[in-house]
T-cell receptor, first 111, second 115 residues
Framework: GENVEQHPSTLSVQEGDSAVIKCTYS??????FPWYKQELGKRPQLIID?????GEKKDQRIAVTLNKTAKHFSLHITETQPEDSAVYFC??????????FGTGTRLTIIP | NAGVTQTPKFRILKIGQSMTLQCTQD?????MYWYRQDPGMGLKLIYY???????DKGEVPNGYNVSRSTTEDFPLRLELAAPSQTSVYFC??????????????FGQGTRLTVV
């Protein structure tokens, strides 16, 4: 079935260091992979997304890489700041209809 | 634009009661989704709809029903509430056209407690 696995479930990094979160998906036909950030008590909000026709996308300190052959994609946050502390979710669109999320990564930035 | 609006924001139900969570969007999005988020957990897909009159089950549909009579509204119905349905419920919508998919916008969530 359609499934997205996300690792790690928790991640602590020193302020200024980089953070990497990884996801794998089950359906090789999936073509859209967004990343969402959810702050405590708030709704998830899109931070970056990537489509299957590119291997990497960058937006300032945030980048996403996609390996379609291996069916995995990763979020990279560089020069982390305290405001990066949140829960991050990866997602994949299955059958061009079903937006399925990973289990989330709680990122803590240590000052 | 208001975006995606959910009502109510909070609700306490007794076991066996029923209720409808309302979700409406003013962005003319064709795709709409309902998720539940248990404490400290991820977003699990309950039901989704790709357009008015079309609904489909997600990962955890048992105990819920949906309808999509208009593009704007996608209500979620809980029949015979159970403690296991205590969760935060999020509605989301996107303008996905089946080829190029765009950002999914979330409502502010409904925190439901069943006692």
């Amino acid at each position: 079935g359609e499934n997205v696995e996300q690792h790690p479930s928790t991640l602590s990094v020193q302020e200024g260091d980089s953070a990497v979160i990884k996801c794998t998906y089950s359906d090789s036909a999936s073509n859209y992979f967004p990343w969402y950030k959810q702050e405590l008590g708030k709704r998830p909000q899109l931070i970056i997304d990537i489509r299957s026709n590119v291997g990497e996308k960058k937006d300032q300190r945030i980048a996403v890489t996609l390996n379609k052959t291996a069916k995995h994609f990763s979020l990279h946050i560089t020069e982390t700041q305290p405001e990066d502390s949140a829960v991050y979710f990866c997602a994949a669109l299955f059958g061009n209809e079903k937006l399925t999320f990973g289990t989330g990564t709680r990122l803590t930035i240590i000052p | 634009n208001a975006g995606v609006t959910q009502t109510p924001k909070f609700r306490i139900l007794k076991i066996g009661q029923s209720m409808t969570l309302q979700c409406t969007q003013d962005m003319n999005h064709n795709y709409m989704y309902w998720y539940r988020q248990d404490p400290g957990m991820g977003l699990k897909l309950i039901y989704y709809s790709v357009g008015a009159g079309i609904t489909d089950k997600g990962e955890v549909p048992n105990g819920y029903n949906v309808s999509r009579s208009t593009t704007e509204d996608f209500p979620l119905r809980l029949e015979l509430a159970a403690p296991s349905q205590t969760s935060v419920y999020f509605c989301a919508s996107t303008a996905a056209d089946g080829v190029m998919n765009t950002e999914a916008f979330f409502g502010q969530g409904t925190r439901l407690t069943v006692v």
